[in-house]
């Protein structure tokens, strides 16, 4: 029972690029979508959240941009550094998180 | 800046028997939470307390599981009766449940070796 997919296990980008980490997700139920971020030997840290409400919030070099008719989000992270290399846990909420399988990101030199 | 702790951070048990994890969430915090990453897999969602009472379980959260606030700074969780496939990383997180409701601070994790 997936109701949160990452398709992409891993990706590599060149520091300075844009980073594209996405995710889709089945339940139209979902009220907020969050990203997380873990290092090895930590646990994650929140990133970003968007509600299902909005399409778009930004923070700083982190976008979520969300598409409710495609239920699809994605993680942009402009421009990318060699500390972001870590792996990316997209979540979604109802009444828990559940998360996806996480996307290990490689930055680089 | 306030963090979440939990000790120990590995405990080796064998099968049947009893562990205490425990968790030590940010001191204002109103929400705690259980969840766990089998090695490889993704986090997985085990419990939510507010209040000192669950307020939402998942369908792995059955009855060898417990949790309890003993006192006003630990959150506890404990596994009555280990199996093997309860050998995971345990995270404990907290939120305040206000504005930041969505942003649950998680632990470091424990890493528990049923052998």
């Known amino acids: 029972d997936q109701q949160v997919k990452q398709n992409s296990p891993s990706l590599s980008v060149q520091e300075g690029r844009i980073s594209i980490l996405n995710c889709d997700y089945t339940?139209?139920?979902?009220?907020?979508f969050l990203w997380y971020k873990k290092y090895p030997a930590e646990g994650p840290t929140f990133l970003i959240s968007?509600?299902?409400?909005?399409d778009k919030n930004e923070d700083g070099r982190f976008t979520v941009f969300l598409n409710k008719s495609a239920k699809h989000l994605s993680l942009h992270i402009v421009p990318s550094q060699p500390g972001d290399s870590a792996v990316y846990f997209c979540?979604?909420?109802?009444?828990?998180?559940?998360f996806g399988k996480g996307t290990r990101l490689h930055i680089l030199p | 800046e306030p963090e979440v702790t939990q000790t120990p951070s590995h405990q080796v048990t064998q099968m049947g028997q009893e562990v205490i994890l425990h968790c030590v969430p940010i001191?204002?915090?109103?929400?705690f939470y259980w969840y766990r990453q089998i090695l490889g897999q993704k986090v997985e969602f085990l419990v939510s307390?507010?209040?000192?009472?669950?307020?939402?379980k998942s369908e792995i959260f059955d009855d060898q599981f417990s949790v309890e606030r003993p006192d006003g700074s630990n959150f506890t969780l404990k596994i009555r009766s280990t199996k093997l496939e309860d050998s995971a990383m345990y995270f404990c997180?907290?939120?305040?449940?206000?504005?930041?409701?969505?942003?649950?601070?998680f632990g470091p994790g424990t890493r528990l070796t049923v052998l």
């Open positions: 339940n139209s139920m979902f009220d907020y």
């Open positions: 001191s204002n915090h109103l929400y």
């Open positions: 307390f507010y209040n000192n009472e669950i307020s939402e």
């Open positions: 968007i509600s299902s409400i909005k």
């Open positions: 997180a907290s939120s305040d449940g206000g504005r930041a409701y969505n942003e649950q601070f």
């Open positions: 979540a979604a909420k109802d009444r828990k998180i559940i």
